[in-house]
């Protein structure tokens, strides 16, 4: 469970992990229908589960994750819509030593990892759009009373400045101001609040909060690859919602 050392296998959707210590030695070894996908050897390390952005399986290529909503929503002339939405996540081994952490595997909690274009294409030094990990969401006007392992869940608000009805379909996180909490001893995590502010047709400011929308939660350790030098605790959508 998350922030808890692994000290005996188990099974992590469909990957085992194994773990065995010979003195101050490791072998880490995560095996995916009997075959050996990963295996690790390190010195005196604690290894523990952590919840991690979708962003680092099969490789880091980008902090943008691009959510489309299973269910489209249809916000009023001038008002806001409360929401709370399933955030897919992957888990990850760090390993801690003296205050010094890295992640040392990351375990894919789900069968398909597409990643896809939010945006135009750059051409002749114009701004161009960014690559994103693709998620198809699922979302709910009431707080889930459950949330399955490999899923976080956020509370999205979506605000309209627009005279008319506005439609919904997509929301662009960053994972550089996007936090996630967990809460020690079990498989829950969540983010902040997050609120989604619509200013025209084609455009719209996401606006991080800093507290966890779970009391209790603990911040995760946050990689360095995921988090850019934050200016400010936003982002912007400006290739449409």
Same mark, same amino acid.
């Given at each position: 469970?998350?922030?808890?050392?692994?000290?005996?296998?188990?099974?992590?959707?469909?990957?085992?992990?194994?773990?065995?210590?010979?003195?101050?030695?490791?072998?880490?070894?995560?095996?995916?229908?009997?075959?050996?996908?990963?295996?690790?050897?390190?010195?005196?390390?604690?290894?523990?589960?952590?919840?991690?952005?979708?962003?680092?399986?099969?490789?880091?290529?980008?902090?943008?994750?691009?959510?489309?909503?299973? *269910?489209? %929503?249809? =916000?009023? #002339? $001038?008002?806001?819509?409360?929401? @709370?939405?399933?955030?897919?996540?992957?888990?990850?081994?760090?390993?801690?030593?003296?205050?010094?952490? *890295?992640? %040392?595997? =990351?375990? #894919? $909690?789900?069968?398909?990892?597409? @990643?896809?274009?939010?945006?135009?294409?750059?051409?002749?030094?114009?701004?161009?759009?960014?690559?994103?990990?693709?998620?198809?969401?699922?979302?709910?006007?009431?707080?889930?009373?459950?949330?399955?392992?490999?899923?976080?869940?956020?509370?999205?608000?979506?605000?309209?400045?627009?005279?008319?009805?506005?439609?919904?379909?997509?929301?662009?996180?960053?994972?550089?101001?996007?936090?996630?909490?967990?809460?020690?001893?079990?498989?829950?995590?969540?983010?902040?609040?997050?609120?989604?502010?619509?200013?025209?047709?084609?455009?719209?400011?996401?606006?991080?909060?800093?507290?966890?929308?779970?009391?209790?939660?603990?911040?995760?350790?946050?990689?360095?690859?995921?988090?850019?030098?934050?200016?400010?605790?936003?982002?912007?959508?400006?290739?449409?919602?």
């Amino acid at each position: 469970m998350f922030g808890m050392e692994i000290s005996e296998p188990l099974v992590l959707g469909m990957h085992r992990i194994d773990v065995t210590r010979v003195g101050e030695g490791i072998l880490y070894k995560r095996y995916r229908n009997g075959v050996i996908e990963r295996e690790i050897l390190a010195k005196n390390v604690t290894l523990k589960l952590m919840p991690i952005y979708p962003i680092f399986y099969p490789r880091f290529i980008t902090r943008y994750i691009l959510c489309e909503f299973s *269910t489209p %929503i249809y =916000v009023p #002339p $001038m008002e806001s819509i409360a929401l @709370y939405m399933h955030l897919p996540i992957d888990i990850a081994v760090y390993g801690y030593k003296n205050g010094s952490f *890295t992640i %040392i595997d =990351v375990v #894919p $909690m789900h069968r398909l990892y597409k @990643y896809t274009l939010y945006g135009p294409p750059s051409k002749y030094g114009d701004v161009g759009g960014v690559v994103a990990r693709y998620c198809r969401t699922s979302t709910s006007l009431e707080k889930p009373t459950d949330v399955e392992v490999g899923f976080c869940l956020s509370q999205i608000e979506i605000k309209s400045r627009l005279e008319k009805f506005t439609v919904v379909s997509k929301l662009l996180l960053d994972s550089s101001p996007l936090a996630i909490f967990y809460k020690l001893g079990s498989w829950r995590c969540c983010t902040q609040h997050i609120m989604m502010m619509i200013s025209s047709t084609s455009a719209a400011v996401v606006e991080y909060g800093g507290q966890p929308i779970e009391s209790g939660f603990k911040a995760l350790d946050e990689p360095e690859e995921a988090k850019a030098p934050l200016i400010s605790s936003r982002s912007e959508m400006m290739w449409g919602y």
